[in-house]
């Protein structure tokens, strides 16, 4: 016959407390041991920020830089009004040969016609006396180059050229070759006129006009030929005259 063991509330209480103490304690899936998960504040690491390239600035493309020459006489002539005094002067100038003709070696035509009245006019004459034309010319960067003399164009009467209408003077300056690197020929024009103080005075009052223009001088084209021996080169020599021009020349 089997002895039973009596019963043993002790053991039963302490069982129900070993499993109460279970029951309180972390659940499995919030203990980071068996779950493998941590909070921001232990493990978390600033994520590295790509950092970025930088992108190379294309380099801008030279251009080429042309200058530009001053032509009064690009459009065929030239008109001024001039004042001297009580006079007003309209002036003209051109050239018969076309500008592409005006290259350094050539003798160069400067024509010009002038008509001039005055104001008021009471009657009184107006006269030219004297005209004089000097030549500066320059190189391509401002170089001042060997230029003509000055001519002078003086009145062979007396008191001088009327000028009133229906009169006008008319005259051409021929410019000779100027040295081979000019680019342009400024001319610096000085027109002296008489007016008759009264209009049956012989006292006349002199009064003077400048004016200037500049016409660019023709370019060769470039020669691009060019030898493996150098033929046809000037051997370093420099063609262009220290000398200077020879004077300008007046033809009515």
Do not use: H
């Not at 499993?19 to 899936?29: D, E």
């Not at 930088?54 to 004042?83: F, H, K, S």
């Not at 309209?90 to 005006?102: A, E, I, K, N, P």
């Not at 062979?156 to 229906?166: F, K, L, M, N, Q």
């Amino acid at each position: 016959m089997t002895a039973r063991r009596p019963f043993r509330p002790a053991a039963l209480l302490a069982a129900g407390m070993l499993f109460a103490l279970t029951a309180c304690g972390t659940a499995p899936w919030d203990d980071p041991e068996t779950t493998g998960t941590t909070t921001a504040s232990d493990d978390a690491s600033p994520t590295p920020t790509a950092s970025e390239t930088p992108v190379a600035e294309p380099e801008p493309t030279p251009t080429e830089t042309i200058t530009v020459v001053q032509n009064d006489l690009a459009a065929g002539n030239a008109v001024r009004t001039l004042t001297a005094g009580a006079a007003s002067l309209g002036v003209t100038y051109w050239s018969t040969l076309s500008m592409d003709q005006w290259v350094a070696g050539a003798s160069k035509p400067l024509s010009l016609s002038i008509s001039g009245a005055l104001v008021p006019d009471d009657g009184q004459g107006l006269y030219l006396s004297r005209v004089s034309l000097s030549a500066d010319v320059k190189g391509e960067d401002g170089e001042t180059l060997p230029s003509p003399a000055v001519v002078t164009d003086e009145a062979s009467v007396e008191p001088g050229y009327a000028i009133t209408d229906p009169y006008s003077y008319n005259q051409t300056f021929v410019v000779p070759a100027v040295d081979e690197r000019a680019v342009s020929v400024t001319f610096t024009i000085t027109y002296e006129v008489l007016i008759q103080t009264t209009p049956t005075s012989e006292e006349y009052a002199k009064q003077t006009a400048v004016d200037t223009l500049t016409v660019a001088v023709a370019q060769p084209p470039a020669d691009t030929s060019s030898t493996s021996d150098g033929a046809g080169a000037t051997d370093g020599a420099d063609t262009a005259t220290s000398e200077p021009a020879t004077e300008v020349t007046a033809t009515s």
